[in-house]
């Protein structure tokens, strides 16, 4: 399973979001630090009700808590745009 | 680890904005450093730089701190804002003027809309 596709589990088990995109945006960072193996570089956009009563810092804590921190550890740049 | 935890604690204490960051804020080292701190600068608001890459201790215990993976990190009279993504989506939706507002930290409510309006 490469990242994106463990993202994409990972979210959708936990969160079973109405609208759930995983982006790689890797190659827009090639040349950069940060940048390794083509699977640096991700936006997810998810849309779910369980993020309805959460303020934006428990938003994202839930979302990296959700992916654990073995995997958000392996990817150098991950932006999130989360809604209810 | 102690060490840093009190470090951490006492500079988020001593100055009403602290931006964690990868670099500094006349020279980031990272996109998304760079971004807050520009919009920091942008709206003039006076917040003290602290450079993780610039020591591992602080770099590990800022993100224990907070219970947060990232830099950067905006701290306001010692209270985590958010990072990057956050931060952007604050200053777009005019939430993070009101958090100055309400902090009494001075910004320039122009520079602020202006913000807005080129990216509106």
């Known amino acids: 399973m490469n990242k994106s596709e463990e993202i994409r589990s990972a979210l959708q088990a936990e969160f079973s979001p109405e609208m759930l995109e995983v982006i790689n945006q890797s190659e827009n960072h090639r040349g950069h630090g940060g940048y390794s193996d083509g ?21 994202h804590r839930a979302v990296h808590k959700a992916l654990g921190a073995d995997l958000v550890g392996r990817i150098h740049a991950l932006a999130l745009e989360i809604s209810a | 680890m102690t060490d840093a935890k009190t470090q951490i604690e006492e500079t988020v204490k001593a100055n009403d904005v602290v931006l964690y960051m990868k670099g500094t804020k ?25 450079n993780v ?47 100055f507002t309400k902090e009494n930290i001075a910004f320039n409510q122009e520079a602020a809309d202006k913000i807005r309006e080129a990216n509106g």
């Open chain 1, 39 to 59: 699977e640096s570089h991700f936006l997810v956009q998810i849309r779910a009700a369980a993020f309805a009563d959460m303020s934006r810092v428990n938003r």
């Open chain 2, 26 to 50: 006349d020279m980031p080292q990272c996109g998304f450093s760079s971004r807050v701190a520009g919009v920091l600068n942008f709206m003039g608001v006076e917040f003290a730089d602290v």
């Open chain 2, 53 to 99: 890459l610039a020591d591992e201790g602080v770099r590990q215990g800022i993100k224990d701190y907070s219970d947060w993976p990232t830099i950067p990190q905006l701290y306001v009279k010692g209270e985590f804002v958010g990072g990057c993504d956050i931060i952007t989506e604050m200053t777009l939706s005019g939430e993070l003027d009101t958090l």
